[in-house]
């Protein structure tokens, strides 16, 4: 486990470190996910639920501009393709990958769903809610805390929001 200082507060944080494995292999597939967003016009950001077997349960990307719903962050599409698939909203067991830390909305509909374990790549300093602005998924006041697991793939996935927002820049 490494200790994370957020950019924002200052705070430590602790945070399980992305090590190399099926962690890599979860957050490459969200990336290629995260694409698809491009050609709405959506920020590149790709998530996948995999069941405990390690099975692709279903995967999406940012869909807010395509959708005109402002809910329609990647991660929420994936947990709802996801729980239809399962047949029910519990996840228990289950996996999602995302390429950047979850917002305090997603943050909310993962702990909800129950995920047991959530991985993503880039930090969000600015309205992450997975250890960096906030930490909703391991407050200890709620009665489900999953695995995080930050920072796998890191450069990688910060590299794709860079290239997007700087294409937006010009």
Do not use: K, Y
Not at 27 to 46: H, N, T
Not at 141 to 156: C, D, I, K, S, T
């Amino acid at each position: 486990m490494r200790v994370r200082r957020s950019p924002r507060r200052g705070r430590r944080r602790p945070v399980t470190a992305g090590l190399p494995g099926p962690d890599q292999g979860l957050v490459r597939r969200a990336m290629s996910v995260a694409v698809g967003a491009l050609s709405s016009g959506d920020v590149p950001i790709g998530a996948v639920v995999v069941d405990p077997a390690g099975r692709e349960l279903a995967a999406a990307c940012n869909a807010r501009e395509a959708l005109g719903d402002p809910t329609a962050h990647a991660e929420v599409l994936a947990l709802r393709a996801a729980a239809a698939v399962v047949g029910e909203w519990r996840l228990e067991g289950c996996t999602l990958a995302v390429t950047v830390e979850p917002c305090t909305m997603c943050a909310g509909a993962i702990g909800l769903a129950r995920v047991s374990r959530v991985v993503f790549g880039a930090w969000e300093p600015r309205t992450g809610a997975v250890g960096s602005l906030w930490d909703v998924l391991r407050d200890r006041r709620l009665n489900h805390r999953p695995e995080v697991v930050g920072g796998v793939l890191e450069a990688e996935c910060a590299q794709l929001l860079e290239s997007f927002f700087a294409g937006h820049r010009s």
